[in-house]
């Protein structure tokens, strides 16, 4: 599966998440309040995602262990 291919499933599921949730929402006093909340949740959580995957796609910082002569090398 390619990268593009993974965010565009990803996205798809968490817009199938979010309108299945605004449209059933789950037991709750206040509908319209509920439905906002879950829209709510719903994008700042594929923000979260999809933040992270592509800062892992191209990382822009990569390691550089150096570590001193006298780690590698022990002085007897």
Do not use: H
């Not at 965010?7 to 439905?35: E, F, M, Q």
């Not at 800062?55 to 001193?68: F, K, V």
């Amino acid at each position: 599966m390619s990268k593009v291919a993974a965010l565009g499933w990803g996205t798809l599921v968490y817009l199938g998440v979010g309108l299945l949730l605004a449209i059933y929402p789950p037991i709750v006093s206040d509908k319209p309040l509920g439905r906002v909340c879950f829209i709510t949740a719903s994008v700042c959580l594929w923000l979260l995602w999809i933040t992270c995957y592509m800062s892992q796609m191209n990382p822009m910082a990569y390691p550089d262990p150096q570590l001193p002569a006298e780690v590698i090398v022990p002085k007897e």
